[in-house]
């Protein structure tokens, strides 16, 4: 049994989700910023997807290297079926546990 | 584009990730560099840079570490974990930190070994009952005279049989020397005169054969070791014949290999004692040593109730011979291992306090682990491990650590207790032989185990869950500060245990240099004493007793290799026979007084080195047709002619009405009759040419070199004369005095030991205290060198946190020290249990040390380069 998804790695393999084929470290930070309001560091997104790649939830690949990034690689990262599988349990665990709750109203 | 990332942060990027981190971290930072640098111009990015770079080198550097970790233990988050699980960390921390494992392993088997092995001493000769049968009944009876006791009257012995008393049974027993012929060689052996009823006190049976029965005047039982030596183990042995004194007897039964007597015990043969003649002699000859055993329903206080009411009588029905003497009953117990307390107390007590110390070390390098290994922990528990996970690796970690080291404390008390055994003999009173037992190595096993956590696991819990928010702590933060608070404390207590060991050492030494320089009265160098028993009948007369010494003393004379001879019936050091003495003019009624007596050659006193007083020596002409002479020692004089006119007195010596006045002709100096450690007792010398018994020492002082052949010789030359005379082993003076002084050698010996590895301890405690602290203190040397401090301050500095802990342990030690040695009290001779000397050397010792182990330290800090401090920081 797979340990459960912590609540960052929640959010930044949504964020992998929702860029799809342009899911990398840069693109990734921006997106949690923007939609979660969470200004993190690379070093955290890294690490946290390094973790995620280690259990078998993510895989990733390399892109060219490109000019703006000092002439170093991109590192595209793409949800596994188990990583989507987990993914999905934890939000229907989350759906389940607040089913018929009231917290108030969300602030978009 | 002239937009470049902040250099040094991008160096310290590439300097502090690895390959794959660096690529993905520096990339997307570069990346989002250019972008904040368009939105919000080039410092505001490069302020960002530095600060988001800094905190993902710090992520990943954590995570990069947990990688490695997760690599290496298939760490799982919470699920349950085997025993296997929890033993490969263990394992793993021994390997990653060899020097806490080996130092706390190690210093725990040298403190349960040698605990284990005073254990062992102390509980062998202590706490476990005497080999005897219901030994908590058994007294020795002794006749008491003043300060001095001695063996019982056969009167004596029968008046107490034949009253109601608290006793139930009683065993005389009577010491022997008897001439076996063996073989080739007429051998001297010790036999033991007793009744049957002896045996059955004890609760001793044949190991083969029986016991004699009371028509069986010539049986004899005889020690294991006596048929496996003399008999060289004969199968036959029951029944077979040998000749003791001339006189034929029949072996009828073998002891136990086990059994030790309680007195007299290298006893080879027991033979019947014969009440008759001994009844027939004079009540006041005190020739029985006593066993009895008190009624089952008395107490100890009966028993000295009415041994009191008994003396009394005994002291009204015979007062010029009983008038000064009382009987006593000690437990046989305590009149075996007694004397032997102090020592044995001692030793244990040293023991103890080496633990102690042991326990402080072990928890001063636990606490330093725990320093060390922080990081890891707090990573582990960021990561999910739970506390009871963490306890329970740690826990098995720290067991299997304690039990390492007491199961290696337990060989080493093994090869110990074959030490001790070699020289048991010299330090305590022979019981059952000693050997490490199962309880003794199960309780040395659970206390290492006990000590061992208790002591590692303590500072944890003192320092507390702060070691696992350390992640936060900088170094030099309150952690730190707290640790070495921690370890100061526990070098301190450190210091103070070594302080009382090494006051006890001192004392100790003392004493033994006291004894061994202590004028004995005599020259015991090169003295060497040979003891034979002159067989009757042939030697019952004075005149043929003389004859032989004469013959003997010439032969041996003439040996190679010998400067002197001269005889004697008893020794010095050994001791003489007491006997009565009664004064010329005496008011009547006087009570009989007690003195030694012992009866020499003419020349004794000038060969062994013995120094006149007053009055004259023993010449040759005094001899058995010329009126008798003595010679007395200073305190004999001292105590009955307090005015200084012993020379010319008339004196009895003997037992009963005075019958034949004896003339003082001199006075020499006392010479320490009964060993250095004893009161000296009034003693008188006769003449062998006047009186004496068919019994001869021959002491003999040999030249520098001494001829391995000597004791050969001797024997040799006694042969010559008579075959039939059997001639003992040799002994030297020497090891007489030095057996007698053993027991303080034992503890000097145990408290040595103990206080150079207390101090080893210490110092190596204090050392890593320093170096821990001078190390946290660096910054601080830095700003003050970098402020105008020499480097002389700053090694100041150092060793006066050297010295602090120091002197806190050594004062509190000290306060220990004063209390603590009383219990030495009863062992130590010529030193005042206070010495301030020896007071004032062991706290110069441990200050002593305290700055040598801060020397490194104190150097290091001097050569502090601050400018290179300062930019590290």
């Known amino acids: 049994m797979q340990s459960p998804l912590g609540e960052f790695e929640q959010l930044v393999m949504f964020g992998v989700l929702r860029l799809d084929d342009d899911a990398y470290g840069a693109t990734i930070r921006r997106e949690l910023l923007e939609r979660a309001g969470r200004d993190v560091s690379p070093g955290a997104i890294f690490t946290t997807l390094e973790r995620l790649e280690a259990r078998g939830l993510v895989t990733s690949t390399y892109g060219e290297p490109t000019q703006e990034r000092g002439g170093r690689r991109k590192r595209f990262y793409r949800l596994r079926p188990e990583g989507r599988r987990a993914l999905a349990a934890s939000l229907h665990t989350i759906r389940r546990m607040a089913r018929g709750l009231e917290l108030g109203e969300e602030r978009s | 584009m002239n937009a470049r990332p902040p250099a040094i942060a991008a160096w310290l990027l590439e300097r502090l990730l690895d390959r794959d981190?660096?690529?993905?971290?520096?990339?997307?930072?570069?990346?989002?560099?250019?972008?904040?640098?368009?939105?919000?111009?080039?410092?505001?990015?490069?302020?960002?840079?530095?600060?988001?770079?800094?905190?993902?080198?710090?992520?990943?550097?954590?995570?990069?570490?947990?990688?490695?970790?997760?690599?290496?233990?298939?760490?799982?988050?919470?699920?349950?974990?085997?025993?296997?699980?929890?033993?490969?960390?263990?394992?793993?921390?021994?390997?990653?930190?060899?020097?806490?494992?080996?130092?706390?392993?190690?210093?725990?088997?040298?403190?349960?070994?040698?605990?284990?092995?005073?254990?062992?001493?102390?509980?062998?000769?202590?706490?476990?009952?005497?080999?005897?049968?219901?030994?908590?009944?058994?007294?020795?009876?002794?006749?008491?005279?003043?300060?001095?006791?001695?063996?019982?009257?056969?009167?004596?012995?029968?008046?107490?049989?034949?009253?109601?008393?608290?006793?139930?049974?009683?065993a005389g027993i009577r010491p022997m020397g008897f001439a076996f012929a063996a073989d080739t060689f007429t051998e001297s052996i010790s036999a033991s005169l007793v009744g049957s009823e002896y045996f059955s006190l004890l609760g001793v049976t044949p190991a083969r054969g029986r016991l004699w029965t009371a028509e069986e005047r010539d049986a004899v039982v005889i020690s294991w070791t006596f048929w496996h030596h003399s008999l060289h183990g004969d199968p036959n042995v029951i029944s077979r014949a040998i000749t003791l004194d001339g006189r034929p007897r029949t072996i009828v039964g073998v002891l136990p290999e086990a059994f030790v007597p309680p007195y007299f015990a290298t006893t080879a043969v027991w033979a019947p004692l014969d009440m008759a003649p001994l009844m027939a002699e004079p009540r006041a000859r005190r020739t029985l040593t006593v066993l009895v055993r008190r009624a089952a329903h008395a107490s100890v206080d009966d028993v000295n109730a009415f041994l009191a009411i008994f003396s009394t009588n005994q002291q009204q029905h015979d007062p010029s011979v009983f008038g000064n003497l009382t009987w006593i009953a000690p437990l046989l117990r305590d009149e075996l291992v007694g004397t032997a307390r102090p020592a044995v107390l001692g030793a244990g007590a040293a023991a103890l306090l080496l633990l102690l110390i042991v326990a402080a070390n072990i928890a001063g390098l636990s606490a330093a682990h725990a320093a060390a290994t922080r990081h890891h922990v707090a990573i582990r528990s960021a990561l999910g491990a739970t506390r009871a996970r963490l306890f329970a690796e740690h826990l098995i970690e720290t067991l299997v650590l304690t039990l390492l080291g007491s199961l290696i404390g337990v060989w080493i008390a093994y090869l110990l207790t074959q030490l001790v055994v070699q020289y048991q003999q010299q330090f305590l009173p022979r019981l059952a032989s000693i050997r490490l037992d199962w309880t003794t190595i199960a309780a040395a096993l659970a206390a290492g185990v006990l000590i061992g956590l208790f002591a590692s696991l303590l500072p944890r819990r003192v320092l507390g869950g702060q070691l696992s928010d350390s992640l936060r702590c900088s170094r030099g933060g309150s952690i730190d500060r707290r640790l070495a608070r921690t370890r100061s404390g526990l070098v301190m207590a450190q210091v103070a245990l070594a302080l009382v060991l090494l006051v006890g050492a001192g004392l100790l030494i003392r004493t033994v240099q006291h004894l061994s320089t202590m004028n004995l009265g005599f020259n015991p160098d090169n003295l060497f004493v040979i003891s034979m028993n002159l067989p009757a009948p042939r030697y019952q007369s004075n005149e043929a007793q003389v004859a032989f010494e004469r013959d003997v003393l010439d032969r041996v004379s003439r040996i190679h290799g010998v400067e002197s001879a001269t005889a004697s019936v008893g020794i010095p050091i050994v001791g003489g026979m007491m006997a009565g003495l009664a004064i010329k003019g005496d008011p009547a009624g006087t009570a009989q007084r007690e003195i030694a007596y012992l009866s020499v050659a003419p020349n004794f006193m000038s060969n062994v080195g013995a120094t006149i007083v007053a009055g004259r020596g023993l010449l040759p002409t005094d001899i058995r047709s010329s009126p008798r002479v003595v010679i007395i020692n200073e305190t004999m004089a001292r105590m009955f002619w307090p005015n200084g006119d012993a020379v010319g007195s008339q004196v009895f010596i003997g037992a009963g009405a005075p019958s034949e006045w004896i003339t003082v002709v001199g006075v020499y100096g006392d010479i320490r009759t009964h060993g250095p450690t004893e009161v000296i007792r009034p003693a008188a010398f006769g003449s062998t040419l006047q009186y004496s018994w068919p019994r001869r020492n021959i002491t003999v002082r040999a030249s520098e070199n001494l001829p391995l052949t000597l004791a050969t010789d001797l024997r040799s030359a006694v042969h010559a004369i008579d075959p039939a005379i059997p001639a003992g082993a040799v002994q030297q003076f020497d090891r007489l005095i030095s057996e007698r002084t053993a027991r303080h050698r034992l503890a000097t010996i145990a408290l040595s030991l103990f206080g150079s590895l207390a101090l080893v301890l210490c110092a190596g405690g204090l050392y890593a205290v320093i170096a821990l602290a001078s190390r946290m203190r660096q910054r601080e040397y830095a700003i003050r060198m970098a402020l105008g401090a020499r480097a002389r301050d700053v090694r100041w500095m150092v060793f006066r946190q050297a010295l602090l802990i120091a002197g806190v342990g050594t004062g509190a030690g000290l306060a220990a020290a004063v209390g603590g040695t009383r219990i030495l009290n009863g062992l130590l001779h010529g030193v005042d249990a206070l010495d301030r000397t020896i007071f004032l050397t062991a706290c110069t010792v441990l200050v002593a040390i305290a700055g040598l182990a801060a020397w490194q330290p104190a150097r290091l800090a001097a050569h502090v380069d601050p400018v290179e401090t300062l930019k590290a920081e």
Do not use: N
């Not at chain 2, 706390?104 to 001493?121: D, E, H, P, Y």
């Not at chain 2, 102390?122 to 009944?137: E, F, H, I, N, T």
């Open chain 2, 21 to 170: 981190s660096y690529e993905a971290v520096a990339g997307d930072l570069d990346e989002e560099f250019l972008h904040q640098q368009e939105t919000r111009g080039r410092s505001a990015a490069t302020r960002w840079y530095w600060k988001t770079a800094m905190r993902s080198i710090v992520v990943c550097r954590i995570t990069g570490e947990r990688r490695i970790e997760q690599r290496r233990m298939d760490f799982d988050g919470g699920g349950r974990a085997s025993v296997r699980d929890l033993l490969k960390p263990a394992l793993r921390q021994f390997r990653d930190y060899p020097v806490y494992a080996v130092a706390t392993a190690g210093t725990l088997a040298l403190a349960i070994g040698v605990g284990a092995v005073t254990m062992t001493v102390v509980k062998r000769a202590y706490l476990d009952p005497l080999p005897y049968r219901d030994d908590a009944r058994l007294h020795s009876l002794l006749t008491f005279s003043g300060a001095l006791t001695s063996a019982v009257s056969p009167h004596v012995l029968q008046d107490l049989r034949s009253s109601p008393s608290p006793f139930v049974e009683f």
